[in-house]
């Protein structure tokens, strides 16, 4: 939610500094010769800084500032992007091309700026053989070093063996 900025009568302050529409400082006055000046010009009398003793205002339309105002805040958000973290599970019986199915889904989700979380599902009696888990990672990590950066090292998470991988710069 953003705050509203105080605007003509809804300012409480009996004096203001002002400043005019071109930037020059009007300096302090009284609330009713400030809203005054604002009226001559047709513009708003907008308060821009109310924890400044005095509050500082400034003449400006108002209307036109809040639409700059939104039109920036779209120009940020056109520009921020999403990184979003795909998950690929592996088996530790995984076969040799499967694996490098499984390799190239890595690599497209790296060519997308995404990160990629690699996990390796133990079931039943495999968690006996973790060592094979870490030897298929390493494999994983051989094979992208070019494409990715491990952004965190292999380890155990309950039956799951996690790594994540992002993309080079």
Same mark, same amino acid.
């Given at each position: 939610m953003e705050k509203q900025a105080n605007v003509n009568e809804r300012i409480r302050s009996p004096e203001v500094r002002v400043i005019g529409q071109?930037? #020059?400082q009007l300096g302090v006055l009284?609330? $009713?010769?400030?809203?005054e000046l604002a009226l001559q010009e047709e513009l708003d009398l907008?308060?821009?800084a109310p924890n400044a003793d005095p509050p500082v205002c400034k003449i400006m339309d108002y209307g036109k500032f809040k639409y700059q105002l939104s039109k920036r805040t779209q120009e940020a958000k056109? &520009? #921020?992007?999403?990184? #979003?973290? $795909?998950?690929? &599970?592996?088996?530790? &019986?995984?076969?040799?091309?499967?694996?490098?199915v499984k390799?190239?889904?890595i690599k497209r989700f790296l060519g997308q &700026?995404? $990160?990629a979380k690699v996990a390796i599902v133990f079931r039943g009696r495999e968690i006996a053989y973790t060592?094979?888990?870490?030897k298929i990672l390493e494999h994983v990590i051989e094979e992208l070093k070019e494409d990715a950066v491990v952004e965190q090292a292999p380890k155990m998470e309950g039956r799951n063996m996690v790594m994540i991988l992002?993309?080079?710069?």
């Open positions: 071109d930037g #020059q009284p609330i $009713k010769r400030a809203l907008v308060e821009v056109k &520009k #921020q992007t999403v990184i #979003q973290v $795909k998950e690929v &599970k592996i088996r530790p &019986k995984t076969d040799s091309h499967d694996l490098e390799i190239r889904h &700026k995404d $990160k060592e094979h888990g870490t992002a993309p080079k710069a």
